[in-house]
């Protein structure tokens, strides 16, 4: 069987399984479908040979293949979630030899990839690639990465190849807000550094994430009968609005790109007596980030002197930190992928990237984590998908990192 038809193998057995994570839960996984698809991991990595296959109650799968030489133990993690964003949990992948021009993906929901809003497409005319029927993402986010991991297990121990020490970790509940790889067990996860496989085209190198909180506001305002409220009641949505008056309409994420943070209002819920405000920070850079954060302080102050029978409280939690903060581009393991990359022919993409990954988390728990290219296009949208030939590059860019560390 050649590799390609076993990543393809190993993608539809783990896409199939409904693996989506629920932000609105509080226990870890927080859903049923991450613990089915981490059952099945382990019986697929106790199959291959490998050691202390464990899933913790918190969902999180670790697993060793001991070396076989000796050298840097490596490490890989994936995530097990795949994203809500209000499209079905369910996915059914389809494989489409893809010649150009719009891309039916649903006849009977009628749902069409036009390619004159998706000119990424181009690249891949007279590829076979995987899509979601439409009504779902693809998932390639992060299951590609799993697929990935497992075929280079299971080609290292086909072939019998020579390597150090392998330890693997499928978490769960990444896409909101890194929750599983905050509890992975680093007793169980032991590698010398890491990666992840979480980002996009083909090439694409991150090493660089922002630095996130997540901030909730709330404002209890005083009632009153408005016959006799004069002086009296006040309204907490109209202290919601003074807050939000006092940020740059300009640095949100629609008025930003690049390297520039923002601030992004997330939610507001109001009635007469309480008013609930939810926002995030993003920033590339430290120190900027300390004063987005004192600024919202500042803000409130303000805000409680403009309004001082307001009962205002503000909560203010660091969600995860740029991998940059911990790790210079001279790190042996990000110099051993761009070498990886290079001794594939494949031409590198570093770019810092306008989100988080469990790398973020880890490198700041000590594990130096950067992250490589899936393949695919468009995470978290209906329009994911994944050309098998990027696929192939992303697995012997982790065979790779495998016989060089
Ligand atoms: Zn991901």
Redesign the pocket.
């Known amino acids: 069987m050649n590799y390609q038809d076993l990543l393809v193998e190993h993608f539809l057995r783990y896409s199939a399984i409904p693996s989506q994570s629920d932000a609105t839960v509080n226990t870890l996984p927080t859903s049923e479908g991450q613990l089915e698809l981490g059952r099945l991991l382990c019986t697929e990595l106790r199959q291959l040979g490998l050691e202390e296959v464990e899933q913790d109650s918190n969902g999180v799968v670790t697993a060793k293949l001991a070396g076989t030489r000796s050298g840097n133990a490596i490490g890989f993690c994936s ?1 097990l979630d795949t994203v809500d964003v209000s499209l079905s949990p369910k996915i059914r992948a389809q494989l489409i030899d893809y010649q150009g021009g719009d891309v039916i993906l649903n006849v009977k929901e009628n749902i069409v990839m036009p390619a004159s809003e998706h000119p990424e497409l181009e690249a891949y005319k007279g590829q076979r690639i995987f899509f979601s029927d439409g009504t779902s993402v693809l998932g390639a ?2 299951k590609a990465a799993m697929a990935n991991i497992m075929t280079a297990l299971h080609i290292v121990q086909q072939e019998k190849r020579e390597h150090a020490d392998i330890y693997i970790a499928f978490v769960p509940d ?1 896409e909101i807000g890194l929750r599983g790889s905050k509890v992975l067990d680093l007793n169980k996860f032991r590698p010398d550094y890491a990666y992840t496989i ?1 980002s996009c085209a083909l090439g694409e190198v991150v090493y660089e994430t922002f630095n996130a909180a997540t901030v909730t506001i709330d404002i209890q305002g005083v009632t009153a009968h408005p016959m006799s409220s004069k002086g009296v009641l006040v309204n907490p949505i109209l202290v919601a609005h003074d807050l939000m008056a006092m940020f740059d309409r300009r640095q949100t994420p629609e008025c930003t790109a690049g390297k520039d943070g923002y601030w992004w209002f997330t939610g507001i819920t109001g009635d007469a007596l309480n008013c609930r405000v939810s926002m995030h920070i993003r920033d590339f850079d430290k120190d900027n980030y300390q004063k987005r954060k004192q600024y919202i302080k500042d803000c409130i102050d303000k805000l409680q002197a403009l309004h001082p029978r307001a009962v205002i409280k503000l909560q203010i939690e660091d969600v995860y930190e740029n991998i940059a903060n911990n790790v210079s581009a001279d790190d042996a393991p990000i110099a051993r992928l761009y070498a990886a990359l290079d001794s594939l022919g494949i031409k590198a993409r570093t770019y810092a990237m306008r989100g988080g990954t469990d790398g973020s988390c880890l490198s700041a728990r000590g594990i130096v984590t950067p992250n490589y290219f899936t393949g695919a296009h468009n995470f978290h949208s209906r329009f994911e998908f994944l050309p098998l030939e990027s696929f192939e590059k992303s697995l012997q860019v982790t065979l790779k990192l495998i016989e060089t560390a």
Do not use: A, Q, Y
């Open positions: 995530h986010d992060n990444e979480d």
